[in-house]
């Protein structure tokens, strides 16, 4: 098994128009989520072919959000979601980390202010790191974060919607 990324990527229909340029911009070795959960399955599937061609020739490991099946028909790397047998899981609260058992890793949310949910409740930093403290994996911290985010934060892993748009 490969060691889980540092940095990811997630994309939705916001970042869709500027994914090419932010794949440009991960680091090799990062990760890639692919969520596009805005397009019509036939573009979806079509659009995720684009990107993971992009994404593999600049060694970012690729992760389709979707049922384990369905990534390893697609040929994403792994799945993610809170379903069973997914590689990368997501929760936003004690409850649900601690629902998380096969999982390679965790995307804890949020951790600061996001775009995605203005004046949203955030976790800050002091609740992120006690509950990631409680996770029985990784955990990618999600939400409001950056590489300046992640110093803040004190924690190496990270993920972001826009951080690499600009």
């Known amino acids: 098994m490969k060691p889980l990324p540092r940095i990811w990527l997630l994309s939705d229909a ?7 340029r932010a794949l440009k911009r991960l680091p090799r070795g990062s990760g890639f989520v692919f969520r596009h959960y805005h397009l019509p399955e036939v573009e979806r599937r079509e659009r995720f072919a684009a990107l993971a061609r992009m994404a593999r020739s600049r060694g ?6 979707g049922s384990a099946a369905q990534a390893r028909r697609w040929g994403a790397d792994g799945s993610y979601g809170s379903h069973s ?7 936003h609260s004690l409850r649900e980390l601690r ?3 096969r999982a390679q890793g965790v995307l804890l949310s949020p951790v600061f202010p996001t775009r995605s949910h203005p004046g949203g409740r955030v976790l800050g930093p002091l609740r992120f790191r ?29 993920a972001a919607i826009d951080a690499f748009l600009r």
């Not at 970012?60 to 959000?65: C, G, H």
């Open 14 to 20: 916001r970042n869709d128009a500027a994914l090419e």
């Open 60 to 65: 970012i490991r690729v992760v389709l959000s």
């Open 85 to 91: 047998g997914a590689m990368l899981a997501t929760a």
């Open 99 to 101: 629902q998380v058992r």
């Open 130 to 158: 006690l509950l990631a403290a409680q996770s029985p994996v990784p955990v990618i911290a999600l939400g409001g974060m950056n590489s300046a985010g992640s110093r803040r934060l004190k924690w190496p892993r990270w």
